[in-house]
Nanobody, 126 residues
């Protein structure tokens, strides 16, 4: 099993920045792609960003392209989400997720992950 713990959420003004972290523990050797998803109040969970096992490939939702950057440090079993130029519509609970089965990229982007964190709340005030 793999455990994921997010941190770094909080309250920030529009235009500000936050950096989310997700620390993995347990059978970390079994982790392939990792990603961030978010769920705003009253809305369905949506894809934000994903990164391949090596870190060589990444993908972003159109709504965050150019503002968010995903990265990972495999030596520390940690994935990050740097969020800049935050907008009120970025307000949501952000979840870290990991693929433990080597799924194809399309499945990863659609949330076909095996492990999920409990989430961290990001609130952007206008």
């Amino acid at each position: 099993q793999v455990q994921l713990v997010e941190s770094g959420g909080g309250l920030v003004q529009a235009g500000g920045s936050l950096r989310l972290s997700c620390a993995a523990s347990g059978r970390t050797f079994s982790i392939y792609a990792m990603g961030w998803f978010r769920q705003a109040p009253g809305k369905e969970r949506e894809f934000v960003a994903a990164i391949s096992r090596s870190g060589g490939s990444s993908d972003y939702a159109d709504s965050v392209k150019g503002r968010f950057t995903i990265s990972r440090d495999n030596a520390k079993n940690t994935v990050y989400l740097q969020m800049n130029s935050l907008k009120p519509e970025d307000t949501a609970v952000y979840y870290c997720a990991a693929d433990g089965n080597g799924r194809n990229w399309y499945q990863v982007l659609k949330g076909g992950m095996d492990y999920w964190g409990k989430g961290t709340l990001v609130t952007v005030s206008s």
